[in-house]
Structures are given as C-alpha cells and as structure tokens.
Nanobody
Framework: QVQLVESGGGLVQAGGSLRLSCAASRSIGSINTMGWYRQAPGKQRELVATITSGGSTNYADSVKGRFTISRVNAKNTVYLQMNSLRPEDTAVYYC?????????WGQGTQVTVSS
C-alpha cells in the first residue's frame, strides 16, 4: 500500500506557474508509472501526464509544451511543473501510482486559474 499526498495547488492568474508535488509514503522506485490527473467541475477525470520508472513521459495534448512531469525516486516524490496556465486548467489535480497490479490515488489539490 502507498499513501500519496499532493501539495502546491492554489490560485494563480492566467499565464502564471505552479509546481505540484506528490509525496509518497514509501519508495516509488519500483512503481511502474506515476501520474497526474485532473477533474474539473462537471467533467470526468482526465490524464494530464505520466512518467514511468524508466523516465518515459506522456502528456495530454492540451498540456504539451506547458507542463513537465518529473520524479525523484530518492525523495519518493513526483512533481508537475505547470507553466503558462490557462483558465481551462482549473481543476482538482490528483496524483496516481500504478504498479500494473494495483493503483492508488491521492486526495487531490485544487488549482484555480483566473482570467
């Protein structure tokens, strides 16, 4: 089992930046895929970005070139650097750990981008 705690959300103006952190309760080095997802009001949860244990990344088209996912296994932490934020990025952002056999979610952190 692994517990995930997100932080770093908040209110920012359009064009601004935020960095989200996801701290895991145990080593993430063996976890195949760590990811960030988001859910806006009235919408389904959607993938934002993922990163594998080998460092391969995948991004939603809507965030490519603006967001960067990274993982520091030594710190059991995954980051999401978000630049050039837009109002449509407003959502609750969730961290996900997926071993291929099980998956865990964090409680989420709110990101609000004002126009």
């Amino acid at each position: 089992q692994v517990q995930l705690v997100e932080s770093g959300g908040g209110l920012v103006q359009a064009g601004g930046s935020l960095r989200l952190s996801c701290a895991a309760s145990r080593s993430i080095g063996s976890i195949n895929t760590m990811g960030w997802y988001r859910q806006a009001p009235g919408k389904q949860r959607e993938l934002v970005a993922t990163i594998t244990s080998g460092g391969s990344t995948n991004y939603a088209d809507s965030v490519k070139g603006r967001f960067t996912i990274s993982r520091v296994n030594a710190k059991n932490t995954v980051y999401l650097q978000m630049n050039s934020l837009r109002p449509e990025d407003t959502a609750v952002y969730y961290c996900n750990a997926d071993s291929g056999y099980w998956a865990y979610w964090g409680q989420g952190t709110q990101v609000t981008v004002s126009s």
